[in-house]
């Protein structure tokens, strides 16, 4: 089982319409929880973080962490073609001598008009 | 806040020379650094953790001869790719993280490695 597992996509959502993307983590002792966006050919960009159960909203993105069921989801409103990217969630490795994350293999999201 | 640069941003070099890349925190102090590597279409690979005075710490598999990495300053982290071979060209992306911040990590904007 990998340690952060994401749907790969891709995944195609109209143009105004919310786009769910989903992550689920195997570590039960993570306490930190990240989403980055990844334009093709660029490096990631962290948008949301999130350490406690329940919803965090920052504009139109919302975290949502479900730590009992360990499951973490990144919801776009009024997504636009601008947020097609490859949307990567990435988990704090406890256990891990220095500060480490885990990444998932991304999920790659495409807006269409 | 939380910049983090990298330079250069593109290298073409040939077979058998060796390329130093550098990553800066501009504007906090990175107690920790982070190297990857990132192949087209596939995810991110760490190949390293380095903290400020210390040795780096590899992951399993990366060759610390080949890959070397310094971390001189709080805000500064150098990886030279030795002996460079075609194999190695890659997306090399280094992030920064903060003591206290939470394992967040703010990544620069990745170095382009060509090697012909």
């Known amino acids: 089982q990998k340690e952060v597992e994401q749907n790969s996509g891709p995944l195609s959502v109209p143009e105004g319409a919310i786009a769910s993307l989903n992550c689920t983590y195997s570590d039960r002792g993570s306490q930190s929880f990240f989403w980055y966006r990844q334009y093709s050919g660029k490096s990631p960009e962290l948008i949301m973080s999130?350490?406690?159960?329940g919803d965090k909203e920052d504009g139109r993105f919302t975290a949502q962490l479900n730590k009992a069921s360990q499951y973490v989801s990144l919801l776009i409103r009024d997504s636009q073609p601008s947020d097609s990217a490859t949307y990567l969630c990435a988990v704090n490795a406890p256990g891990s001598s220095a500060s480490k994350i885990i990444f998932g293999s991304g999920t790659r999201l495409s807006i269409r008009p | 806040g939380a910049v983090v640069s990298q330079h250069p941003s593109r290298v073409i070099c040939k077979s058998g020379t060796s390329v130093k890349i550098e990553c800066r925190s501009l504007?906090?102090?990175?107690?920790?650094m982070f190297w990857y590597r990132q192949f087209p279409k596939q995810s991110l690979m760490l190949m390293a953790t380095?903290?400020?005075?210390?040795?780096?710490?590899?992951e399993q598999g990366v060759e610390k001869d080949k890959f070397l990495i310094n971390h001189a300053s709080l805000t500064l982290s150098t990886l030279t790719v030795t002996s460079a071979h075609p194999e190695d060209s890659s997306f090399y992306i280094c992030?920064?993280?903060?003591?206290?911040?939470?394992?967040?990590?703010?990544f620069g904007p990745g170095t382009r490695l060509t090697v012909l």
């Open positions: 992030s920064a993280s903060q003591q206290g911040s939470f394992w967040e990590q703010f």
């Open positions: 380095s903290n400020e005075g210390s040795k780096a710490t590899y």
């Open positions: 999130i350490y406690s159960n």
């Open positions: 504007d906090f102090q990175a107690t920790t």
